[in-house]
């Protein structure tokens, strides 16, 4: 293992709320070889999913749990949304009660490698002889959770931001969907076009910080140095303030003024809905929400990808994936947690997922064999985003621990903006704030 990062051994800030207290956590890992089954094993599952994600989630541990050859049993726990679960983990390793498998956010990420809570699952000692393989994950998603070169979690419900449009409302404002936008300004010039022609905003999206971090992949701008954290050095600051991005938070804030674009706020849910109900002519959201915003739309929604306006942008993959946390578990607990992570990896529970919930499928078989398939075209439209998405330090995203206190101040900074404050000084002290965050986040931990 080429990781050079000192483990955990003091305080740890997630989110502005959640300070994690940790001691003497050792991350150390082992050599795969063959473990022993000793009889059946009950092994404790944080999940962190709601609603019909957490329907396609339940269906599959229940599948893993009629048909398995070593008597292993998941128990799922459902712990609340991913800051929950998170809250809920400070509390387990304290008390030295943490579960052997955790359903964990993206930006979880840092904080569960630099923790040493977490185990690669390729290192783990697995029953019989065929452990975890990481070369059948998806290029795209296994890229936002390597670390060193070494694959540290199995994505699981994977999302990426999607564009959805009604097709209709294009025509009407002269707007040719197969030559779609070539970068996001672009495309807050459609929104722009389509109200000048048509009387109906062009645009909708919540003002979420998630989106200042996609804007800047898809730019080819990573978001911290050095690397995005993705190299042997930790991130030490936040970078995302640059012409290309002040720019399209400009243009987002006129497009707004003048009506071009719905204003919701921070309400994802009030987002599809303005679209669904036909009071925005284009959605930008996770790809995961196609499924509702569908069910709930009278018309034919479809999708184009992503403006990518730079070689090595693309969007960063959101979503969740699959923890194992070794330290203070048994091997044979490990190694039963490795064949749950097989499972649902594989290929067929990838595709299954997919078609359940709508989160894009991790496993490259599944992804191919869906695009071969797959006759929806906004679902073709999104295979094939990310089947296209390079694999590149921008689309890696940023990974630290202070990721979480980062996200609210950049939240805060964009409804700011949208409220008519200066763009790029609202950006300035949002990145300010995150890199002295970070700082303290690399002190208390060594780094």
Avoid at 248 to 269: F, R
Wanted: negative net charge; hydrophobic residues 40%; charged residues 15%.
């Amino acid at each position: 293992m080429k990781n050079t990062r000192k483990k955990v051994t003091a305080a740890i800030s997630l989110t502005a709320a959640v300070t994690f207290l940790l001691a003497g956590c050792s991350g150390a890992t082992q050599t795969p070889s063959t473990a022993e089954p000793s009889g059946p094993i009950t092994i404790d599952f944080w999940y962190s999913v709601g609603g019909s994600s957490a329907d396609a989630l339940l269906k599959q541990v229940d599948a893993f749990n009629a048909d398995n050859e070593y008597d292993i049993t998941i128990n799922p726990i459902y712990q609340g949304d991913y800051t929950e679960t998170a809250a809920k983990l400070t509390n387990a390793v304290q008390s030295g009660d943490t579960p052997v498998l955790l359903q964990g956010g993206d930006t979880f990420s840092a904080y569960l490698h630099d923790s040493g809570l977490a185990t690669s699952p390729e290192t783990i000692a697995a029953f019989g002889e065929e452990g975890f393989d990481g070369s059948a994950v998806v290029a795209a998603a296994a890229n936002y959770y390597t670390f060193d070169d070494e694959l540290w979690a199995v994505p699981l419900m994977v999302s990426q931001p999607a564009v959805f449009f009604d097709a209709t409302k294009l025509d009407a404002a002269g707007l040719d969907a197969t030559t779609p936008p070539s970068s996001i300004d672009e495309l807050f010039d459609w929104a722009d076009e389509i109200y000048a022609a048509t009387g109906t905003p062009g645009l909708v999206f919540q003002q979420n910080e998630w989106w200042n971090e996609q804007f800047s992949a898809l730019n080819g701008v990573v978001y911290c140095t050095p690397d995005n954290g993705l190299g042997a050095d930790p991130a030490d600051a936040f970078d995302f303030v640059n012409d290309e991005l002040v720019d399209t938070w400009t243009h987002y804030q006129s497009s707004l003024q003048s009506g071009a674009i719905v204003n919701v706020g921070s309400d994802g849910v009030a987002a599809q809905n303005a679209f669904s109900v036909g009071q925005a002519a284009i959605l930008l959201a996770s790809s995961a929400s196609l499924g509702t915003t569908t069910a709930a739309a009278a018309f034919d929604i479809q999708a184009f990808a992503l403006p990518v306006s730079a070689d090595g942008g693309g969007a960063v993959p959101g979503g969740s994936a699959l923890w194992v946390l070794g330290e203070g578990h048994s091997e044979a607990d490990q190694a039963a947690a490795v064949e749950f992570a097989r499972f649902m990896g594989s290929a067929d529970v990838q595709q299954q997922i997919f078609e359940d919930s709508g989160y894009l499928p991790s496993n490259q078989d599944a992804l191919d064999a869906l695009i071969e398939s797959e006759t929806s075209q906004p679902k073709v439209a999104l295979l094939e985003q990310l089947t296209n998405t390079t694999d590149s330090v921008a689309t890696g995203g940023c990974h630290n621990g202070a990721f979480g206190q980062s996200r609210a101040d950049v939240r805060s900074a964009i409804q700011a903006i949208a409220g008519g404050a200066d763009v790029e000084s609202s950006l300035v002290a949002a990145q300010d704030k995150g890199t002295d965050q970070l700082v303290a986040y690399n002190e208390r931990v060594g780094q």
